[in-house]
């Protein structure tokens, strides 16, 4: 319906300035969009207190004048939505969609001007906005050079932040730091803050599609601007004609849980696009990795080769005994020797080694019912990659391969590509020209009936709704950083990306690690600074609907009453619920199994993970179904568990609890609990 424009204020005694306003369904978060000195702003407040302050809004172009100054509300026009939608796989099956919205329309006479639309979404959980350009007149060939948007945070000067830096070296691959907010200067998102109420929020972006990814910029200290990661030239977005930006996504809960639990970032995303994808198959896989991260096995050729058709065969008939889907292979094709990082111009993704027989071992997958998970990593050439891609794609098919985990290695900003005139140019991970490469791989790769794992990735915004293949990505430190990172991951890291990165969705982080003295115990050494209860829960807490057991099969056999449980895990969930937590010292999920394959739809499985502090925390099992019985199968770091020199002090138990009952989960220092709730 169509609303009225409301007169707020008068302006140098002559002009009037308009506004609109939209609530949540909840009405608990209001925002406030209005034309205030005849230039666009908006605000959002929570419980009656504000949380971003009066914010601009609008873009500046290489060509045409800045939408901004002289821009005044022409159009107001409000709706509402509430439905329910079905993942074909996820952290739940149905998701439910219940907003209020409100479409502004900026307009400024010619010739300076031009029109434009602001739609804004309230959830109980936050809100989400997006720029709408109009096919106009001088707007055929676009060059945006800046886009305007601020998030001027409501007492940043009391904020404490969890962020890591952006357009460094190592993409979205840093320890996480916690400081005042103002100490944040350029930053990825999701950035997750708390405010000086006690509120969380965590600014991110959904349905980066053609589009420059977006980090904040913090010059004027408590206002984030929108940057724009820029093309190579220097320009940040390039369009023609008509075009809707990313929606910008604003996350607000009253706990930090909360944050979790909303599903703003798949709402924002456009319906499935591909059809029937039941050809995409969330599971849990194995694979030759580990060992070359700890210097066992190489990447490249030679006698300590990891990728041969016998080391394949062992891993196959591995995952077939103790029930996994696949067999990860890295290594497997010609580009591998010498410095592979800076191998990108030589890489093919069709010739294997001699060593590795793709035809038998395509043979010896289906005898099995295993198969084989495909790898390309392109060491940032990415243009070397376009020119075989279908070839590629069309070999994995023909090999039964249906997964296949990508990489673009590269530092940021060094992803080459061969522009039309030959040239070689370098450009962001996470630049326009990359988006919309990523993309490209995955909708060539549905045509094949493959999903694609990215790693070194443009960082997630709900595509997975509209892309169900792209099935998972990196784009965080993962576990490989345990093996030879400067530092290790630290004890907080998984607490800490369980309220950032893993807002924005699934992560292959690669967990179950059960041998941790590879490089000795104790706190200086590469090795997973955690406990084994820790490494069993992460398969709850870190959501990915592909899961690696990473670790190699000896260390599993060495400890089989520990493998249990991730035999037992699934990966695809009819429903799941943070419980309980905080930023970068504890979180608890509660997940149900969606019933599926092996799974009876009846299970619940609980993760817990605890920083460098050992705690106890005490957990209501009411999510369970009333009136049902159900063992509890549970995994817990042992009284003497600690993770610098007793890791492995792990301890199975089992009890007969339901709904009404309580437990308490006693984490030791880098510690954790998972437990199987079987319905009886």
């Known amino acids: 319906m169509r609303l009225p424009l409301l007169l707020l204020v008068i302006l140098s005694g002559s002009c009037f300035a308009k506004q609109a306003t939209l609530e949540s369904p909840n009405k608990k978060i209001k925002i406030t969009i209005s034309d205030q000195n005849s230039a666009p702003h908006y605000a959002i407040s929570f419980n009656n207190k504000n949380v971003i302050e009066e914010s601009s809004l609008g873009f500046e172009f290489k060509q045409q004048a800045a939408f901004a100054e002289g821009f005044t509300i022409t159009d107001v026009n409000n709706s509402q939505h509430n439905s329910q939608w079905q993942q074909p796989w996820g952290e ?136 724009l990661t820029p093309w190579s030239d220097g320009i940040a977005v390039k369009k023609q004609g008509a075009f809707n930006t990313p929606w910008r996504t604003i996350q607000i809960g009253e706990q930090a849980v909360d944050l979790i639990n909303s599903d703003i970032i798949l709402n924002l995303n456009e319906p499935n696009k591909l059809g029937d994808v039941s050809w995409v198959k969330p599971g849990k896989y194995v694979g030759i990795w580990w060992g070359m991260h700890i210097n066992e096995n190489t990447w490249g050729s030679g006698e300590k080769h990891g990728a041969t058709t016998k080391n394949t065969k062992y891993y196959m008939d591995f995952a077939a005994k103790y029930g996994f889907d696949g067999v990860l292979v890295e290594g497997w094709n010609i580009g591998w020797d010498g410095d592979w990082f800076f191998n990108g111009d030589v890489f093919s993704f069709t010739k294997p080694y001699a060593d590795f027989d793709i035809a038998e071992l395509t043979r010896y997958g289906k005898e099995k019912g295993v198969q084989l998970i495909g790898h390309h990593e392109t060491s940032g050439n990415v243009t070397n990659y376009r020119n075989q891609m279908e070839d590629a794609y069309t070999l994995y098919e023909k090999s039964n391969v249906s997964q296949v985990k990508t990489g673009y290695v590269a530092d940021g900003g060094n992803i080459k590509r061969i522009d039309e005139n030959g040239i070689a140019r370098h450009e962001w991970h996470d630049g326009q020209f990359m988006v919309n490469e990523y993309l490209h791989s995955v909708q060539l790769a549905a045509k094949h009936k493959i999903s694609i794992n990215t790693h070194e990735p443009v960082k997630d915004t709900g595509l997975r709704r509209t892309y169900p293949n792209w099935i998972a990505r990196e784009g965080a430190r993962g576990q490989e950083f345990n093996a030879w990172g400067t530092p290790p991951n630290p004890p907080e890291h998984i607490t800490m990306l369980a309220f950032t990165r893993m807002l924005a969705g699934p992560m292959d982080f690669t967990p179950g690690i059960f041998d941790m003295s590879f490089n000795g115990l104790g706190g200086d050494t590469n090795r997973p600074q955690t406990t084994l209860a820790k490494q069993l829960a992460l398969y709850v807490v870190m959501y990915s609907p592909i899961q690696m057991a990473a670790d190699l099969p000896r260390n599993y056999l060495a400890k089989p009453d520990a493998f249990k449980f991730i035999q037992d895990v699934p990966t695809d969930w009819q429903q799941s619920i943070a419980l309980a937590g905080e930023v970068g010292d504890y979180v608890v999920f509660a997940r149900k199994e969606r019933k599926r394959d092996n799974y009876s739809g009846n299970d619940w499985f609980l993760g817990a993970v605890t920083d460098e502090q050992a705690r106890s925390i005490e957990i209501k099992l009411d999510f369970l179904e009333q009136g049902k019985n159900f063992e509890a199968q549970i995994y817990r770091d042992g009284d003497k568990a600690q993770w610098k020199n007793n890791p492995y002090d792990l301890k199975i138990e089992k009890r007969t609890v339901t709904a009404a009952d309580k437990l308490t989960l006693k984490l030791a220092t880098s510690g954790g609990t998972a437990i199987r709730f079987k319905a009886l």
């Not at 907003?99 to 639309?117: D, I, L």
């Not at 007149?137 to 830096?165: H, M, Q, R, V, Y």
């Open 92 to 227: 739940r099956q149905t998701v439910t969609d219940q907003h209020n919205e409100v479409a502004v329309t900026f307009s400024k006479p010619a010739p300076q001007g031009g029109t434009y639309t602001v739609r804004f979404r309230a959830f109980d959980s936050g809100v989400g906005f997006r720029y709408e350009v109009p096919n106009q007149a001088g707007f055929e060939n676009i060059e945006i050079t800046k886009e305007l948007t601020e998030f001027a945070i409501s007492g940043a000067d009391k904020a404490t932040a969890w962020w890591i830096p952006a357009r460094g070296w190592n993409r979205y691959e840093y320890v996480y730091n916690t400081t005042p907010l103002q100490q944040a200067a350029l930053v990825h998102t999701p950035f997750t803050f708390k405010n000086t109420d006690g509120v969380h929020v965590s600014i991110h972006e959904a349905a980066l599609v053609d589009y420059a990814g977006m980090v904040l910029n913090q010059r004027r200290p408590g206002t984030l601007q929108a940057d």
